[in-house]
Nanobody
């Protein structure tokens, strides 16, 4: 299973970006997908997560500005980021909990930890 995150870039404060993440490989289903970020000198934190049944969870710092959505058929999630602030700067990583084949099948967490996408908010 691979998670491919993309869509980062550099924007001015108040700008917008849209991140996407697609899961590929051999698996049965996805429980949730989400986004983490790590700012320079800080620990990684959860930004947003969506259960494929529909429930969402956001960090307090992004509520009202970021929206996470998903396409279950395409195993893809998007993070729409509006009114970006300098403190949103960081490397954004995609994560998921996925049911993989096995005897028995098992839920396994995956993350694009080795390949995030950089978001820079700067004037």
């Amino acid at each position: 299973v691979q998670l491919q995150a993309s869509g980062g870039g550099e924007v001015q404060p108040g700008g917008s970006l849209r991140l996407s993440c697609a899961a590929s490989g051999s698996f049965f289903s996805i429980n949730y997908m989400g986004w983490y970020r790590q700012a320079p000198g800080k620990e990684r934190e959860l930004v947003a997560r969506i259960i494929f049944g529909g429930n969402t969870k956001y960090a307090d710092s992004v509520k009202g500005r970021f929206t996470i959505s998903r396409d279950s058929a395409k195993n893809t999630v998007w993070l729409e980021m509006n009114n970006l602030k300098p403190e949103d700067t960081g490397v954004y990583y995609c994560a998921a909990l996925i049911l993989v084949p096995g005897d028995p099948p098992d839920w396994v967490p995956f993350g694009s930890w080795g390949q995030g996408t950089l978001v820079t908010v700067s004037s």
